[in-house]
Every structure is written in structure tokens, then in C-alpha cells.
């Protein structure tokens, strides 16, 4: 079993940067391949970063490519967002997941713990 904590989010302006990072407890999480999604009113939940086992394997949707970066350190059991020149269409309430497999995975349903989520919201 995997148990996530997710960091607060918060309230940036645009252009702005802002860093979430998700704690994980459990035994195995250095073999689970780690996501982060977000969801905003009127929008389906969308993968914005997703990274493999070891860290060595990464993949971003294009809305957020060369702005976010997802980083892990499995000493700490922890994974990060880095979130750098924030958009307001980056507003969303933000998860991490993980799931038990060894590659990325960018599909939801696919992944088999999230966490509690956290608002992100950027002001124009």
C-alpha cells in the first residue's frame, strides 16, 4: 500500500513559480512510477507530468512543456512539481498518484493511489 500527502498549493501570479511536492509512505515506492495530474471547473483531469521508477524516464503534456518539470528522490520518498512561468489556465486542483508499474504511465485509470489534492491558483 502507498499513502499520499501532497504539499499546499497556492496562490500565484502569472509568471510566477511555484513547487508542490508529494510525500509517500510504503515500503515499495522506489518501484512505482509517479504522476501528476490537475482538473479545473469544466475540464477533464489531464496528466501534466508523469516519471518512471528511477527518475530516469519523464513525459509532459505539451501545455506544460519546458515550464513544469517532475523530479523524484526516493531516498526521501518524495516527488516534486516544479512549476515555473504560471499561466492562469494553470489554475486546477493538482494531484500526484502513483502506480504499480516501473514505466510512465499518463493514464489515470491506470494509476492506483492518489492524493488528497491541492488547489493552485494563478492570478492574472
Known amino acids: 500500500q502507498v499513502q499520499l500527502v501532497e504539499s499546499r498549493g497556492g496562490l500565484v501570479m502569472a509568471g510566477g513559480s511555484l513547487r508542490l511536492s508529494c510525500a509517500a509512505s510504503?515500503?515499495?515506492?522506489?518501484?512505482?512510477?509517479m504522476g501528476w495530474f490537475r482538473q479545473a471547473p469544466g475540464n477533464e483531469r489531464e496528466c501534466v507530468a508523469a516519471?518512471?521508477?528511477?527518475?530516469?524516464?519523464?513525459q509532459y503534456a505539451e501545455s506544460v512543456k519546458g515550464r513544469f518539470t517532475i523530479s523524484r528522490d526516493n531516498d526521501k520518498n518524495t516527488v516534486y512539481l516544479q512549476m515555473n512561468s504560471l499561466k492562469p489556465d494553470d489554475t486546477a486542483v493538482y494531484y500526484c498518484?502513483?502506480?504499480?508499474?516501473?514505466?510512465?504511465?499518463?493514464?489515470?485509470?491506470?494509476?492506483?493511489?492518489w492524493g488528497q489534492g491541492t488547489q493552485v491558483t494563478v492570478s492574472s
Open positions: 498518484a502513483a502506480a504499480n508499474r516501473l514505466g510512465t504511465v499518463v493514464v489515470g485509470n491506470e494509476y492506483n493511489y
Open positions: 516519471i518512471d521508477w528511477s527518475g530516469g524516464s519523464t
Open positions: 510504503g515500503r515499495a515506492f522506489k518501484r512505482y512510477a
